[in-house]
């Protein structure tokens, strides 16, 4: 007799169940999302010890009849895909009809659903329904899922410490909230409440129930559209950064995905004007025909495969750069409306700072309040972004002191200089001309044998930019000439800096990302170093050179520029008049 044998149902289920469960919001994504397509407007999810006791989610949407209250368990039972045909055309969170098989076969579950008339309650434990009996007629399902993993004990093991899961859990509704403001969320644990949203249907509101009210003041609106995609959301200034991405939530059409490139495509389009390794707070809806993407490529559904992306982020980019270049970034806060806002929620702003493999959970308890003003960032379009600024002195010969009558200006020269040095070279990188300067001595440039095998291929990139420049014997480059506004002094440096750019990217090269970094490395070059004592005159020109820049406000490193202390500011400070002078 041979030794194959089909395995049963139950031992198929729990293979899978590795693959769609690992941790405890894994379990809530999957109860949740369920909730989500039987449109539910009312979610609640309720944890014990983070859900490694129980998860229990209850929701109000249109509940299952008792025939597919038993089907719903078996593997490959969806009500949401009929042939291959749908699968192109996905509109539902799920479809592979394999998570309540999966999970059951891992737990003990207590479903109670129904449609609006006689009511059923399931009892399942490790696969096997225990008990199927009629239940009441309240619309909607209750599914509670106790001792995950109870019969695996290795996956057991696997579980992370509460405060983790509970975190893992607290991301993930956070950001299904987002995904839909029409559907009030409430997340407790042990009884005390994490996440409420209101269900009402405005994104910014949302954005302040999960991030608090100081978060949604520096919120943007974008939208964006091309003949295949729609993009919209907010988007935060790029003072308002976190150490981790987060807080990027990229959904599309209603679904969240994890992308790590369209996170990468948002994060550079930042670029100077934020450190790069500092990450924005973003939310965006983009919105497609479904046969343009792809999300059968993973069991969790989180990853995505796009058509056409290049049009997609290059949509992406420029909205996001034509939005941040256009306001004023320093930054004025003024009131733009105020709502009647009735709270139950116990305390909103939950973040979560994730940070290598510490979490920390920081709540803010916010006391219900009968009335809440909203503020915006004034978002106004300026010709001049930055006001005149008059200098008066200059402090350990780094920072220049400045005023107008606004108020007063600290501004960092070096960063100042930076900025006008980057803008300087990325347009002379940009826009190459035949100028260039012989070098009276030629530089050598000997390279291991893979990297001169990339320069080689890549030897255009430098001609393009007017450098002289040749193969030289073995493993060997000769530069004989270079472009006139190389940096005086630095040149060879220069040019060393340039090839290890270039080598840095390998295959993924790309010119505009190139001639950014480029600009950025010679800008530090030719940038005067901190305390060096420069003039009033020279102050003058500085500051007048900065305001030209198209964006003033930071050094290409993203770092600050100016600080600006406004006269309320400054009255504030020395407690001469209070708020009177809000009046
Ligand atoms: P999928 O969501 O991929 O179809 P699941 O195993 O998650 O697979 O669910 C199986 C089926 O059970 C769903 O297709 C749906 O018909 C039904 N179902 C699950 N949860 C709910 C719910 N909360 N309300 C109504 N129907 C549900
Ligand atoms: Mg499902």
Known sequence: MGKIKVMDEILANKIAAGEVVEKCSSVVKELVENAIDAESSEIKIELIDSGTKEIKVTDNGYGMD??????????????????????????????????????????????????????????????????????????GTIISVKNLFFNTPARLKHLNNLYTELAYVTEYINKLSLSHPEIKFTLTNNGSTIISTDGAGSLLKTIKNVYGIETVKKMIDVSASNEDYEVSGFISLPELNRSNKNHITILVNGRIVKNTYLNKIINDSYHSYKPDNRYPIVVLNIKCDPSLIDVNIHP????????????????????????????????????????????????????????????????????????????????????????????????????????????????????????????????????????????????????????????????????????????????????????????????????????????????????????????????????????????????????????????????????????????????KLFKRSGFESLK
């Open 66 to 139: 008792k025939d597919d209250a038993i089907l719903a368990f078996g593997r490959h039972a969806t009500s949401k895909i009929k042939s291959e045909r749908d699968l192109f055309h996905i509109n539902t969170l799920g479809f592979r009809g394999e998570a309540l098989a999966a999970i059951s076969s891992v737990s003990v579950i207590e479903l109670i659903t129904s449609t609006g008339n006689i009511g059923t309650i399931v009892n399942i434990k490790g696969g096997k329904i225990e008990s199927v009996s009629n239940g009441d007629s309240r619309k």
């Open 300 to 571: 969790t559904k989180m990853d995505i495969k796009f058509s056409k992306i290049e049009g997609l982020t290059l949509t992406i980019e420029k909205m996001i750069k034509d939005k941040i270049t256009h306001i004023n970034l320093i930054p004025k806060i003024e009131e733009v409306k105020s709502i009647a806002y009735n709270s139950n929620t116990e305390f909103v702003g939950l973040e979560l700072f994730r940070e290598t493999e510490n979490i920390i959970v920081n709540n803010d308890f916010i006391a219900n309040e009968e009335k809440e003003t909203y503020f915006a960032e004034k978002t106004v379009v300026l010709e001049e972004k930055m006001e005149e600024i008059y200098p008066i002195g200059l402090v350990h010969g780094t920072y220049i002191i400045g005023q107008n009558e606004l108020g007063m200006y600290l501004i960092d020269q070096h960063a100042a200089k930076e900025r006008i040095n980057y803008e300087f070279y990325l347009e002379k990188l940009g826009n190459p001309t035949n100028n260039s300067i012989d070098l009276l001595f030629p530089i050598i440039i000997e390279l291991p044998i893979n990297e001169y095998m990339l320069i080689k291929e890549r030897l255009n990139i430098l001609t393009d930019m007017n450098f002289k420049i040749e193969e030289f014997g073995i493993n060997s480059f000769v530069v004989k000439g270079h472009p006139t506004w190389l940096p005086k002094n630095y040149e060879e440096e220069a040019i060393r800096k340039i090839i290890d750019i270039i080598l840095e990217y390998g295959n993924n090269f790309s010119i505009l990302k190139f001639n950014e970094q480029a600009a950025t490395m010679m800008s530090c070059k030719l940038s005067i170093k901190a305390n060096e004592n420069i003039t009033l005159k020279e102050m003058e020109i500085l500051i007048n050179d900065l305001r030209k820049c198209k964006n003033p406000f930071n050094c290409p490193h993203g770092r600050p520029t100016v600080i600006s202390f406004t006269n309320m500011e400054l009255e």
